[in-house]
């Protein structure tokens, strides 16, 4: 009988099983990689990157050529992203870009409310690789298309130029280019991914022993606002499940109500004036303050950071320490959070080093847009004035205002925040929204960690750096002042595999503590300068203790220069000293004023305060010193990007 053909199509399987076999059969992997482990890794470059980094010393990407462009936040129906900003005949060139195996060209587009009626053809979106000609064509049409009325993603396979190293130039073209005095395309954030060998592993002796530590910041979050701090709305289930898991501290302060600040703090154990950056104003970290990545670094950990505040960037020496340092400018939750665990996929298999990793999310930074299904869960019915639309259109006042000098700049943030002020119950509600969005991007890295088998082999530290204010005492945002509801903040630590018992800490405790108490838990030593000391239950942190925060802000009630204020705070009392012409002076009785609205500066109660009034004395003396020269230069590029973030008036 003769035998049945086989069709290929019915043998592959046999084949694919045949051919794993044989795979499973070769040789070990050095270093401990396991058999049949990828020999790339997932890579993304971020292609105008470099136009945030201008200035960077050691900086080995060229700047991306801008004609007619800018870079800053484009924005529409209230969702920002960092972009290239312009109009028809506008391009930028990226020079000298490697392109990666597998990889896609990605971008987001925008066409901003005005170019609506200017462009009624609509725009078209070109992307050519030098030698290669035109590999992309995108054309947005708000008048025919509906689609078009919001961000639309633009992607595209470029695989085939994989292992050549190109210039891709940007353009935007249309049919007629009438004049705006405001850009009206919006070119977001382009990328460009695929996969890359895998580097080497580091030598053995490099190789570390001890848990993996994740620090994971939130931008201006405030305590109350979760449900395991008392928040009166269900914003943070899956933060309130990580809690029951950990330590919290009911009583965490920041060092200062401003990002830097705080941030610098966290990362080298010191007071702002120690380290330096105390103020509203751009200014950077000394490079002889030692930073936890550079203490985990010198320990053996694979260190890397993931930062959405473009503030915190390497021109501000915050990359100090870490061997991958990511700005992702106003990305939202999930997809930084995704950065993180693409990074994570890519390190080598096997006996690998720990990480330290540090991921700063924006959200729930202003302004308040939480994606669907969260924005609008906890006002469904408002119909009031803050729509998209009117956040749109602020954006394009502003960029026309802020040409006009100081005071019309002046009169019309005053005339906005009326308006915040007139709706202050809608923004709060918003602002709840944005953090049961970063809750679900929360429980997302959870999970991540969990299917990959790191998350009880992870010290996870979840914190903020300063709250936001919702007009409490007369003011919007932060950088103010230093009222709990913008210096009071979340400290969750999870370490199960460390044997740390969930527990809730009534101590005042602060940030500068995070590096000896992740010291003790992970046998890392701490930096010899820092002023914190360990948290832990079983260290006893001291319930009488006294905390301090600070900042310089030229943000106080228009005042002309910059204000300064301290604040001693312990589990019941609090004091605030702010220096600006005759001091003034602040006490409160948190015991029976939580919300700090009864100043007994004035009454007979005031000499209860005395030793606190004193501890700002002496603090304000022994953290100032030595305080080192910080300021930060910002050229004209610098300087829109940060207007355009609201950093600069």
């Not at 794993?20 to 482990?37: F, I, K, T, Y």
Request: charged content about 25%; some cysteine.
């Amino acid at each position: 009988m003769r035998p049945k053909s086989v069709s290929f199509r019915r043998a592959a399987p046999l084949i694919a099983i045949l051919l794993a076999v044989l795979a499973g059969l070769s040789c070990a992997r050095p270093d401990g990689e396991s058999a049949g482990a990828p020999a790339t890794r997932p890579v993304t470059r971020h292609l105008i990157r470099p136009l945030l980094e201008r200035g960077v010393d050691g900086a080995s990407l060229p700047v991306p050529v801008l004609h007619d462009l800018a870079i800053g936040l484009g924005f529409l129906n209230d969702v920002e992203k960092m972009s290239l900003l312009g109009g028809p005949g506008g391009w930028c060139r990226v020079e000298r870009v490697a392109v990666p195996d597998g990889a896609r060209l990605a971008f987001d587009v925008a066409l901003q409310r005005p170019g609506w009626t200017l462009f009624p053809d609509g725009v078209a979106i070109e992307v050519e690789a030098s030698g290669h000609g035109t590999v992309l064509e995108a054309r947005i049409d708000t008048a025919r298309n509906e689609a078009d009325r919001s961000w639309r993603r633009i992607s595209v396979d470029v695989s085939l130029l994989a292992g050549r190293t190109v210039d891709l130039t940007f353009r935007i073209a249309a049919g007629s280019a009438p004049a705006s005095d405001v850009p009206t395309v919006a070119i977001g954030w382009p990328t460009l991914a695929g996969r890359e060998p895998r580097p080497a592993r580091a030598a053995a002796a490099r190789r570390a022993a001890g848990p993996n530590v994740l620090v994971l910041l939130v931008d201006a979050l405030r305590a109350d606002r979760l449900s395991c701090y008392g928040g009166a709305r269900p914003t943070s289930p899956e933060i309130d499940a990580l809690a029951r898991e950990s330590v919290r501290y009911e009583n965490a302060v920041s060092t200062s109500s401003w990002t830097t600040p705080a941030v610098a703090s966290l990362f080298t154990g010191l007071a702002p004036r120690s380290h330096g950056v105390v103020s509203t104003v751009r200014s950077r970290l000394p490079l002889e303050c030692e930073t936890l990545a550079e203490t985990y670094a010198a320990a053996g950990y694979d260190t890397a950071a993931f930062v959405t505040n473009p503030i915190v960037d390497r021109r501000a020496r915050f990359d100090q320490g870490f061997e991958s340092f990511e700005l992702l400018p106003h990305f939202k939750a999930e997809d930084a959070i995704g950065s993180f665990l693409e990074w994570l996929d890519g390190l080598p298999p096997g006996a690998r080093a720990p990480f330290f990793a540090y991921v700063h999310l924006m959200d729930p930074h202003a302004p308040y847009s939480a994606p669907s299904p969260f924005g609008g869960r906890f006002d469904p019915g408002y119909d009031g004035p803050l729509t998209p639309r009117f956040w749109d259109e602020t954006r394009i006042a502003w960029q026309r205002v802020r040409e006009r000098g100081e005071g019309e700049k002046r009169k019309f943030i005053a005339e906005r925040m009326g308006t915040l002020r007139s709706e202050k119950e809608h923004c709060s509600r918003e602002y709840d929204a944005e953090v049961a969005y970063m809750d679900s991007a929360v429980g997302g890295l959870a999970r991540g960690l969990r299917d990959r088998g790191l998350l009880d082999e992870t010290v996870f530290v979840f914190t903020a750096d300063h709250g936001e204010e919702f007009f409490e005492h007369g003011l919007h945002g932060h950088g103010k002042n230093l009222h709990d509801e913008t210096i009071r903040i979340p400290l969750i630590i999870r370490a199960r595999g460390q044997g740390l018992a969930p527990a809730v800490v009534d101590a005042p405790v602060s940030l500068v503590d995070v590096g000896a108490t992740l010291a003790r838990l992970t046998g890392v030593r701490p930096s010899p300068s820092s002023l914190g000391r360990s948290v832990l239950p079983a260290d006893s942190p001291p319930r009488d203790r006294v905390v301090f925060a600070s900042i310089e802000t030229g943000r106080f009630r228009d005042a002309p220069e910059l204000v300064t204020m301290d604040a001693a705070r312990t589990r019941s009392r609090k004091a605030i000293e702010i220096l600006h012409g005759p001091t003034v002076l602040l006490l409160f009785d948190l015991a029976s004023d939580a919300g700090e609205s009864a100043n007994l500066a004035a009454t007979s109660r005031a000499s209860d305060f005395g030793d606190l009034v004193r501890a700002i004395e002496r603090w304000r003396e022994e953290t100032g010193r030595n305080t080192p020269d910080t300021a930060l230069s910002v050229d004209d590029v610098q300087r829109a990007i940060l207007e355009g973030l609201g950093y600069v008036r």
